[in-house]
């Protein structure tokens, strides 16, 4: 360990109160220096040569001694080009973690006093894309796969069809009795050519894939994954019998969406309120929600920063339904 790794705070990583929070981040200084430490653990290295000495500049940057170009621990994360203080950014991710069941772009706004809604609505976004890290572990093991509908009953429609509702489809770690990591996407149908990319794309090659009798699963063998389908209808057992862990990851993003989102996610963002709810299903048992801020954190200075435009635009891949 070099001597800049060495923790300030007597070896613990992240505030465990709110008290501890406002100690540890008093100053905008304070928040820079915890930002670095958190970017480069091991210490700075240069993006350029690779050099592990720098200086600080007055403005708070840091110039390699080596090759004399500066860098600033914001540059390529989600902070990067902001023009509000990193103590506001931090009080609102302590916020956002400290919600067990999520926040609006109104609560945000409210208890940070921000002028503007489009600032908090924007800042949601920003840390909400953070949530899950892009490269991230496929599941493996034995895992259940289904979908599920959000948008409300629709009358007259029967079985899989759906003429107004977000279709998404979980995937669920089987963990012994309990449910390991999940995954979920929102899908433009439940045919093979929508469900079979999701599988692969969360799912380890060669993985044991349980799902219902639906016919589209059937494509996952041929494609190299070891499929167990199972016939509810045939098997006179319910849904939430045959697949207990989708089906309950499936009620608890139906209650999440509807009690904090009132059910009015537009369809082209579903995907990040998705990545959100994942995150904190992951971490639904941890008491710890300090280390819940620490993770996000830690995520935001590893993610590439994202324009407003793109924000706004939502993921354009997959029709809008809603
Ligand atoms: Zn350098």
Redo the contacts with the bound molecule.
């Keep these: 360990m070099t001597e800049n790794a060495v923790h300030p705070f007597g070896g613990v990583d992240y505030p465990r109160t709110l008290k501890e929070f406002d100690e540890w981040f008093h100053s905008e200084a304070a928040c820079a220096d915890f930002l670095r430490r958190v970017r480069w653990p091991e210490g700075f290295r240069?993006p350029?040569?690779g050099?592990t000495v720098a200086w600080m500049t007055a403005r708070g940057q840091l110039r390699?001694a080596?090759?004399q170009?500066q860098t600033s621990a914001t540059a390529g994360t989600v902070f990067e080009g902001t023009r509000k203080p990193l103590r506001l950014w931090f009080q609102a991710m302590w916020y956002v973690t400290n919600q067990k069941h999520g926040v609006s772009a109104l609560g945000v706004q409210r208890i940070l006093g921000l002028g503007s809604y489009q600032t908090a609505w924007t800042w949601l976004h920003k840390l909400r894309r953070t949530m899950v890290r892009p490269g991230r572990d496929l599941l493996n093991g034995e895992v259940e796969v289904d979908e599920t509908y959000l948008g409300g009953r629709e009358v007259g429609v029967t079985g899989r069809e759906t003429n107004k509702k977000s279709i998404v489809a979980i995937a669920a770690e089987i963990r012994g009795r309990g449910t390991g990591r999940i995954r979920m996407a929102r899908i433009k149908d439940v045919s093979s050519e929508s469900l079979v990319p999701f599988v692969q794309t969360a799912v380890c090659h060669g993985a044991t894939i349980r799902t219902d009798g639906w016919r589209a699963y059937n494509a996952l063998t041929g494609v190299g994954f070891d499929h167990q389908p199972k016939a509810i209808s045939a098997s006179r057992d319910p849904a939430h019998i045959v697949m207990p862990r989708v089906h309950r990851v499936a009620g608890l993003l139906d209650r999440w969406w509807l009690g904090i989102h009132h059910g009015a996610i537009r369809a082209a963002q579903l995907d990040y309120y998705l990545d959100e709810f994942t995150f904190r299903f992951h971490r639904r048992q941890s008491q710890a929600r300090g280390l819940l801020f620490y993770r996000l954190l830690q995520h935001a200075v590893q993610q590439e920063p994202v324009p407003y435009k793109r924000l706004a635009g939502g993921t354009p891949d997959v029709p809008i339904q809603i």
Excluded: A, D
Aim: aromatic share 0%; with cysteine.
């Design positions: 240069c350029v040569c050099k390699c080596g090759c170009r």
